[in-house]
Each structure stands twice: as structure tokens, then as C-alpha cells.
């Protein structure tokens, strides 16, 4: 049987909802601040956002960020977490927080090489020094109410969605459901931090429903879906996103774990959901990749040496707003880029700040394009730009998963 309902400390405003796809704008607001959505957050795995200080996070609008409940347990620990009064003091960030275990990730499952999974959790050897750990639900959710994060997740159990193993994936599945009503009864501070399940099942779309069904039922203040971005195929992604939205509360935040391209945030809010992170954007950045409305520069490219344009013309990020607009921008050119990016660690920061910047625009943009009922056009223009135009480039699953939700890339 299904725990009570616990208390909720989030509000969500449904403000506008596409009349073609399935996408929705909405405000929620959490105890550190309102939040649109749709939204990309960034990840700051160790309370730091590689590449930014808290200020510059800040200034991209940024208001809530990840943290990761494992990565803060080893270091600095819940010992000094509880001293110092939370990772918002910690890290010096007044707005929001969500934190979860790199079980939702990719992260666990790499780490799964040194691990095993059994009722009482996941036992591995620490990657920094070997030591035997025992990780629980009900560990998970003592340290992330020690960090103080306003959105924590459930401890769940997930194995790559290209596994062939179906017994074990509906094992994994059958799991997280009751690891999350043991996250749930272990949970002490529910009226100031929200919990949020995450929906297991892999490919299999009768395994998603089941999982849905019951997670659903244990009402918590918001819903993920996890386990993907493991290297399935993208039209595989798309009808596990589409069905699990389908089956979900319209007046909940919808959260897609680990998702962060921009082609795949654009299809997903088409889908339905509300909420994505990923380490692409920043992770990129240190290799000298700028994110463009045209795709990816690699500004370590010597074609750039003599590039005086800003890293994208008409972008509002600090480093490609002109010196003399207002607020003051750093008027930086490719050519900048080129010279500082290979040497110097001002080329990653730099690059980290306008893609930071770029992910939280497109959502932005998207979530105006929403408002005022236009989202279809809005698809179509962010492909036509990526591409040049060319349709004949557009991406198979991208042009099946919208034309299922009513948008047709390859008609006017």
C-alpha cells in the first residue's frame, strides 16, 4: 500500500499550455525563489559549477542548480555539512538546489562496474580511495536533508537502458518503487524540502507504465523520469518521454534526467516535460566548444584566429554583449577564444559562461513561444537555424517524435 501523501513544499503555476504539442509553461516556485519552466539546469556536482563563480551562475538567471548527494557525502561530508548549515551556505548560493544520487545517472552506472545492488542498496568501492560503502535510501535522504536542497530525489535502482536483460530491468524497476517508500518514510523535513520520484522501466514502455502508475499513486510534490541518456537510440527516448508524460498529472513538474542537447530539450518540452540538467554544456566548454543557435563551434580551430565576430552575433551572454550596451557586456571576439582557449583556463571559463547562458536562453525563449501559443514556429525556426535550412539534414527521430504531437518539420 502506498505511504500518505506527504506534505508539499512547492507550488506549481500552470500558466499556458501549447494548443498543437504537448508542452507547457509554468512558474514553480520553491522555497529559495520561483523558477520558470521550462528549464535546463546546470550541474554543480561538488557545490561548484566548474568554470563560474556563484555570482556569475547568477547572473546567467540561473535559479536552480544540481548538486550531487554522493559527491557532497564523501567530501565535504555530512559532518561538515551540518556544521557549516547546508550546501546553500557552503557553496554561497541564495537560490535553489536539487540534489540527487549518480544512481539516476549515467554516473552509477559506470560505477555499477564496482558495485552490487541488493534490497538494502548499493555497495561499491569509494573511486578515490577504495574504502567499501554502503549506500541506502534511507542514507541518500539523511545526507540530502543535511545539504538542505529544496528539490531531493529518490535513491533508485537503474541499469543502461541498452541492457538486454529484462528480468533484471523489471527487478530495477519493482525496487525503485519501494526504495522510494523507504526514501519517503525516512524523509524529516518535507514541509521545506521536496522529494521527487523517478520513473524506472527502461525501453520497455509496459514497464514504464507500471512504474508510472505506482509512483503516481505515492503523490510526491514532483516527478522524474529517469534512466535514460545512456546511449539508446533518440527515437527510443522520445516514446518513453512521450508515453510517460502522457500518463503523468498535468499540475506536477515533469523532470527528464540527464538530458541537455539542445535539439533534445526543444523535442522534449514538446513532449511534455518540464525540467532537464546535464554536464554537456560546461564538460564542452573545456574542450573549446561554443554552443551556437548554428550548432557547435570548436574555437580551438586556427579557422578562428582571425575571427573578430563575437562568439555568436546578438547573443547576451556577458562575454558577446558589446562593451558599450547596457548592462556592459565583455565584447569578446572568436578570435579571443581561439588565442586564450588552448592555454588558458579564461578560455574554458569564458566558454562555460556563454553556454551556460545559451541553454538557459533557449528555454527561456521557448517558454515566451509557449506563452504566446506559437511553440510549433518556434521548432521549426530552431531546426531551420541549426541546419541552414537544409530539411533534408533534419534528424529522423526529431522529425517522427514531433510529428507525433502534431508539429511536421518538413512542411511549412
Known amino acids: 500500500m502506498a505511504p500518505v501523501p506527504m506534505p508539499s513544499a512547492l507550488t506549481f503555476e500552470l500558466l499556458a499550455k501549447c494548443s498543437v504539442t504537448k508542452a507547457r509553461a509554468a512558474t514553480l516556485h520553491l522555497p529559495h525563489g520561483p523558477v520558470p519552466l521550462p528549464i535546463f539546469m546546470p550541474v554543480a556536482t561538488q557545490a561548484s559549477l566548474k568554470g563560474l563563480t556563484p555570482d556569475q551562475l547568477a547572473d546567467t538567471g540561473c535559479r536552480l542548480c544540481l548538486n550531487n548527494t554522493y559527491h557532497l557525502g564523501l567530501k565535504p561530508g555530512q559532518a561538515t555539512l551540518e556544521a557549516v548549515g547546508g ?15 549518480s544512481t539516476g545517472s549515467f554516473q552509477m552506472v559506470s560505477l555499477l562496474k564496482l558495485a552490487q545492488v541488493t534490497e538494502e542498496g548499493v555497495r561499491f568501492l569509494s573511486p578515490h580511495d577504495g574504502t567499501p560503502m554502503l549506500l541506502t535510501p534511507e542514507h541518500s535522504i539523511s545526507l540530502q536533508n543535511t545539504i538542505g ?36 518514510d525516512a524523509h524529516a523535513h518535507p514541509e521545506r524540502q521536496n522529494l521527487f520520484c523517478i520513473i524506472q522501466g527502461g525501453l520497455d514502455l509496459e514497464l514504464r507504465r507500471q512504474c508510472t502508475a505506482e509512483m503516481v499513486a505515492r503523490d510526491t510534490p514532483g516527478i522524474a523520469i529517469g534512466g535514460l541518456s545512456g546511449g539508446e537510440a533518440k527515437d527510443a527516448y522520445c516514446r518513453v518521454v512521450d508515453t510517460c508524460t502522457g500518463l503523468l498529472p498535468e499540475k506536477k513538474p515533469r523532470y527528464v534526467m540527464g538530458v541537455g542537447y539542445p535539439e533534445d530539450l526543444v523535442v522534449s518540452v514538446a513532449l511534455g516535460a518540464d525540467m532537464f540538467d546535464c554536464v554537456w554544456p560546461t564538460r564542452t566548454a573545456r574542450f573549446g566548444n561554443a554552443i551556437t ?29 558589446p562593451a558599450d550596451a547596457k548592462p556592459p557586456g565583455l565584447g569578446l571576439t572568436r578570435a579571443y577564444i581561439y588565442h586564450v582557449t ?44 541549426l541546419y541552414a535550412g537544409d530539411r533534408g539534414k533534419y534528424p529522423e527521430w526529431a522529425v517522427v517524435a514531433l510529428r507525433g504531437v502534431g508539429v511536421d518539420l518538413l512542411r511549412e
Open 87 to 101: 550546501a546553500h551556505k557552503l557553496q554561497a548560493w541564495p537560490h535553489n538546489i536539487l540534489t540527487a544520487d
Open 149 to 184: 536542497s529544496d528539490i531531493i530525489m529518490q535513491l533508485d535502482d537503474v541499469i543502461a537502458t541498452t541492457s538486454p536483460d529484462h528480468a533484471r530491468m523489471l527487478e530495477a524497476m519493482q525496487r525503485s518503487v519501494r526504495w522510494l517508500d523507504r526514501c519517503i
Open 293 to 321: 543557435a548554428h550548432g557547435v563551434l570548436n574555437l580551438r580551430n586556427a579557422t578562428y584566429a582571425t575571427d573578430f565576430r563575437a562568439i555568436e552575433p546578438g547573443c547576451q551572454c556577458p562575454c558577446c554583449r
Open 342 to 385: 588552448a592555454k588558458e583556463t579564461a578560455g574554458a571559463h569564458l566558454l562555460t559562461m556563454h553556454n551556460v547562458h545559451y541553454q538557459l536562453d533557449l528555454m527561456r525563449r521557448a517558454r515566451d513561444a509557449i506563452l504566446q501559443d506559437r511553440y510549433p514556429a518556434f521548432v521549426r525556426e530552431f531546426f531551420a537555424a
